[in-house]
């Protein structure tokens, strides 16, 4: 689809016809779709040929870049080989086989199996069946319940929706399901109070004990966070939150559960975000950054704790998916692996661009209505303050977020806004001039802030 003319009506197509996801589709229709016809490096180029510097990688995954065209090679290398075939009844193909391998052997610890599925909301019903069906094989079929957090995302399934935290989606369809609790974030900019960070950190950390004591211990299966929450805003927790959370499932003998689907794969500077908080899961669904978005895969790394149960006690796991350890999205990942090792991504994000990002990222807060602008590796989140030196936010954040955020489009810059606060996770090629092209330009659209809105 190179031929623009070709593309002059695809808008009133797409509003016949395409049902959008997370979209009101009546004013989506109304204002126009914008259509993105092809990429290279970190920019994408809509159907008028405008050009923007995605500083969100597609949606948190195309953390090589676009345009490899070693993808495209390896893709069709396994197209022609062998298109399909399932793992069902005791098959499996090349590229499945060797991709748990390669996860397992970055993943360290205990961690050295994998389950795939095809997305990461698939990954979050995986694991919460086998969390349950794991205790139930232990002979405490009543531990079943699931801690999970305000404010997370954990996907769009029924399940995956559940465990998720954000209201606005329980309010469609009748959720959570039964069997799901939802403890406080460790947003300190919103919640802490007068507490210092680290005195929040423990306290929402404690939440957690609290909630099973309340429940119960032997009704509680799991608990389950994003190293650093992604969707909810990049909210980076203090240092003291997560061994405080690894302690309390320790003694409380629950799962620990650690939503890999964005920070797996590189971008915190480490493969795995749990590695990055020097703690070890027992379960971690993966996606996204495993393939960086090129086909979708996904999939649950399972510990030897889980796995040898799994394996001892409970034989036939009823779950799985057509497509789970698809030959082809496993070629992908495999590809996608092998060039985040050749050149060294990992450690690039860790030792080189990623301190370059946070320190241009970190500059922002010199800047009237930012209230605080933190980063790992190459994930950022950027707090808007109506007045900083109180913390005061904005009384409409998602108008204000919203503003900033078509304010950087219009100039050709990709942020995410998750109510009052920028979100930016670029893909791991980032130079350092486009790293200060997103810095200067999200300045330009703060300072526009600053001049249209006066509270
Ligand atoms: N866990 C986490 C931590 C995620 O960020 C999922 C699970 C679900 O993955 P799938 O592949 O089923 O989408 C995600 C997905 C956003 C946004 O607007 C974030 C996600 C998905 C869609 C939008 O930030 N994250």
Redesign the pocket.
């Known amino acids: 689809m190179s031929d623009t003319s070709s593309l002059s009506n695809l808008g009133a197509i797409d509003a016949a016809h395409h049902l959008h996801?997370?979209s009101d589709m009546k004013k989506l229709n109304a204002a126009g779709t914008r259509i993105i016809q092809r990429a290279e490096g970190v920019h994408i180029f809509d159907s008028n040929g405008k050009k923007y510097l995605d500083a969100f990688a597609g949606?948190?995954c195309v953390n090589i870049g676009y345009g490899r065209k070693e993808m495209a090679d390896a893709v069709s290398r396994q197209m022609n080989e062998l298109p399909y075939y399932n793992s069902f009844f005791g098959t499996t193909t090349p590229p499945t086989t060797l991709l748990a391998q390669k996860i397992a052997s970055h993943a360290g610890g205990k961690l050295n199996r994998v389950f795939f599925t095809n997305?990461?909301?698939?990954?979050?019903d995986t694991w919460l069946r086998m969390a349950r069906v794991y205790w139930k094989a232990l002979g405490k079929p009543e531990k079943t319940h699931v801690i999970a957090r305000k404010n997370a995302?954990?996907?769009?399934t029924v399940a995956?929706a559940s465990l998720g935290g954000m209201k606005w989606m329980h309010e469609q369809g009748n959720l959570p399901i039964d069997g799901i609790s939802h403890i406080k974030q460790p947003y300190w900019y919103a919640e802490g109070g007068d507490l210092s960070p680290a005195e929040f950190g423990l306290k929402v950390a404690r939440e957690l004990e609290e909630k099973i004591d309340e429940l119960g211990e032997d009704r509680v299966a799991a608990f389950v966070a994003?190293p650093i929450q992604?969707?909810g805003g990049v909210i980076i927790p203090p240092e003291t939150y997560w061994p405080e959370i690894a302690r309390i499932c320790r003694e409380r003998n629950i799962l620990l559960v650690s939503?890999e689907?964005?920070c797996g794969f590189g971008r915190l500077g480490s493969w795995f975000g749990y590695q990055h908080f020097g703690v070890e899961p027992d379960l971690a669904?993966i996606?996204?950054g495993l393939s960086s978005g090129y086909l979708p895969i996904?999939g649950v790394l399972v510990s030897d704790r889980v796995a040898d149960v799994m394996l001892d006690e409970v034989g036939d796991f009823n779950h799985g998916f057509t497509y789970s350890g698809h030959p082809v999205c496993a070629a992908a990942a495999l590809e996608n692996i092998r060039i985040i090792e050749d050149e060294g991504l990992v450690e690039r994000v860790r030792d080189d661009i990623g301190p370059y990002f946070a320190k241009g990222w970190k500059s922002l807060e010199d800047h009237e209505v930012v209230g605080e602008a933190q980063s790992v590796g190459l994930m950022g989140g950027l707090q808007l303050a109506a007045d900083k030196s109180t913390r005061r936010r904005y009384a409409k954040p998602d108008d204000i977020g919203t503003m900033v955020r078509n304010h950087c489009l219009d100039n050709g810059l990709v942020m995410?806004a998750?109510g009052d606060r920028m979100l930016a996770s670029p893909a791991f090629t980032i130079s350092r001039s486009e790293v200060d092209e997103v810095v200067e330009k999200l300045r330009k659209a703060l300072d526009h802030l600053r001049d249209t809105v006066r509270e």
């Open positions: 996801p997370f949606l948190w997305s990461g909301s698939e990954a979050s995302y954990h996907g769009s995956g994003e992604g969707a939503d689907v964005i669904p996606a996204k996904g995410r998750t």
